[in-house]
């Protein structure tokens, strides 16, 4: 196996800071999924070939009632921040290391909540959630945030 299966981007802190989950009393049998996925307080950083990002991260899962006009039967969510850090290449462009460091970061802050609400969930009656991949590309593609310098 080659050494080089360690990705150039680290993981500065990685937290949850909020969370709630219910359960409402009568379950069904017939239950849809709805995920939420959304970030904020995005902010990016760059000296020379150093760069970083942070964020926080909402995800919520909901079990929806079908049989019931969609009624929601359980809510977990949670909110996870994360910074990252990561050397760019000097003739990198701003656009190329904003979408390297926040597709990064999502995908890591995801899998994160992901696995949080999974274990939260799995002390329910309705069982583990597991919450669907996202594509963190497409979530990170519209961010326009600039750079700060250090």
């Known amino acids: 196996m080659s050494g080089d299966f360690i ?3 680290q993981i500065v802190n990685l937290f949850v800071v909020d ?6 009393d009568s379950p069904s049998d017939n239950m849809e999924l709805k ?7 995005v902010h990016l ?3 020379g070939n150093d760069a970083r990002a942070s964020l926080k991260m909402c995800v919520i899962g909901s079990l929806l009632d079908r049989d019931v006009g ?3 039967k ?5 909110t996870v921040s994360i910074s990252v850090s990561a050397q ?3 003739n990198s462009l701003n656009d190329e290391a904003r979408h390297y460091l926040l597709s990064n970061a999502i995908s890591m802050a995801y899998a994160h909540a992901k696995s949080y609400l999974m274990v939260v969930t799995g002390l329910s009656p309705m069982g583990a959630l597991t919450l669907p991949a996202i594509l963190p590309a497409e979530l990170s593609a519209d961010c326009d945030v600039p750079f700060q310098s250090e």
Not at 19 to 24: G, L, N, T, V
Not at 74 to 78: I, K, N, P, S, T
């Open 74 to 78: 359980m809510h977990a969510g949670v």
């Open 45 to 47: 950083w760059k000296k």
């Open 88 to 90: 760019m290449p000097m």
């Open 35 to 41: 995920v939420d996925v959304s970030y904020q307080d």
């Open 19 to 24: 969370s709630d989950f219910h359960i409402e």
């Open 7 to 9: 990705a150039p981007i």
């Open 70 to 72: 969609a009624q929601e």
